[in-house]
Every structure is written in structure tokens, then in C-alpha cells.
């Protein structure tokens, strides 16, 4: 049976395109569990875990967090925090900014990570920047100030612009630089052509390299091959297309570029452990 999941507007921020929350996993506050639990929204969220331990579901994929953990979530994305076994409060932020805030920011943000690697565990400098950070948020959102705004956009920027040097330090770290590079090109194209490209010479030819080239700098780099992550993200869209929409399984196999429904569904099972139309059926 498909469900609706829930979509939070970014209509129902307040004024100044953004709101801040402050986490509890425990309080009972509407507007805050409308965000905790299953749901997708045409906003962004930053979270920060400040103390408590649990775990989140982002497009069918369990993330565990802990204290110093950042998570991001994309317009689109689905996800929610799962209930935990522990008593133990759960503490942080919770900031939800929209598109339209976008358009007020000086200069252009790395909005290019959200989504892309939906969490980070800070180390002690990190966490004391990005938390001073969500404090000043804080304090913008409880004071009325004329330049609110101007403010308000700042901080989002600067904590955007910090997100950005931690993952950069990631990178740094990764003694197959050049590899490393190719293989976040590579995903940006499976993300824009997956429904269309199946080939893995017509990647490899929109990157200007071998596809022998292309196959190992992404086996090197995400220790599996380039054609599985290609099916992954195929496999990913038919989970939410199953489950999140009304199209029959032919129709999906047909937009996500596979001929043969039946090869399909013989694919699906081999790699989910059900049929598409099993899945479907699940809670």
C-alpha cells in the first residue's frame, strides 16, 4: 500500500525564511516532532548533536550519531529519527533555512555538500565553531532587531562556509586525490543521468577519461565498482518510487532505463531480498 509522507513547506517557516529549534528528542513539541519524524520537505535542515547518542534514517539508509555529530538534509531528501532504547536525553539544534534565504546571501554558499555526505563527526575545534555559531542563531531568532535579516543570513552563510573547510579537510586527508576528485564528479553525473545513462563509457566519455580509468579510481576510492553505484541510486529511486508513488512496477523499470521489467524485478530481489511488489507491500 503506498503511504503519503509527510512534506514540510518551507511556507510554514516563520517571516525570515528560517527557523531554529532547540533539539530534544524527548519534548513534546508539535512543530519540532513534525521534523523528527518520517517526512521530506522543500527546505534545508542542519543538525547538530550537542549530547546523546541514536540514530536517523536518510533514503532507507540507518546513521548512528553521537555527540559533535552534524547532519544535513537536502530539499527532498526522506528521513527521520528513529526512537532510541536509551533513556538518555538528546540534545543539540536544529536549524531549517529555505531556498528563498539563498537569494539574500552575498556570495554564493557550498550548498553542493548537502546531501552528499548527510553526516560529520567534528572534532573539538569543529564542534566549538559550529556551536558558536548556532548560538548566535539562537540569539538573532529571540531578539527583534531591524537587520535581523541581514544577520540571520550571515551566520547560515558563515556556518555553510564552515561545513565547507571540514569537508575540505576530509578530502585532504584522502591519499587518492585525483581519484577522489573524478569519483565525486562521477556521482554527480549518476545523480543527474541515472534514469537515462546506463553505460559506463558514456560516464566515463562525459569526463574526458578511460572507462577503465573511471572503474578503478571509483573502486579505489569507495571500495566497490562504478556499475554498483549506478544500481544502488537506481535501486534507491524504485524504493521510493515503490512506495512513494502509484506507478505500476513496468512503468518504473521503464523510467529508470530498464527495458525488460522482468530483468528488473529479478535484479531488485537479488539485491533487496524481495519483489518490488513485496516491498510495496511492506510498512
Known sequence: MNKTLPVISAEELEAYNFRLFSLSLK???????SHLAMHR????EIF?????????????????????????????????????DSDEQISGYL????????TEMPSPSPLHLMGENPFYSLSSDQNSVVQNLFF??????????????????????LLLIEIGRINESLEQTHKEEAGFRLTKQFLTLVESH????????????????????????????LGKSAGGVLRERKLLEAKRMLRYSAASVDEIANQLCYKDPSYFGRL??????????EFRKQD
Open 27 to 33: 519534548q513534546h513539541d508539535y512543530d519540532l516532532a
Open 194 to 221: 541515472f534514469r537515462s545513462v546506463n553505460s559506463m563509457s558514456d560516464y566515463a566519455s562525459m569526463l574526458y577519461v578511460t572507462s577503465n580509468h573511471l572503474i578503478e579510481s571509483v573502486r579505489k576510492t
Open 136 to 157: 548566535l542563531l539562537e540569539r538573532e531568532q529571540s531578539l527583534a532587531h531591524k537587520d535581523q535579516v541581514a544577520a540571520v543570513c550571515r551566520y547560515v552563510q
Open 48 to 84: 547538530l548533536v550537542t549530547s546523546g547518542y541514536g540514530k536517523a534514517q536518510i533514503d532507507f539508509q540507518t546513521y548512528s550519531f553521537a555527540p559533535h555529530t552534524l547532519c544535513l538534509i537536502s530539499p527532498g531528501q526522506m528521513h527521520g529519527w528513529l526512537e532510541s
Open 95 to 102: 536549524l531549517v533555512f529555505s531556498k528563498d534565504m539563498l
Open 41 to 44: 520537505h522543500d527546505c534545508f
Open 268 to 277: 531488485f530481489k537479488k539485491n533487496v531480498g524481495v519483489s518490488p511488489t
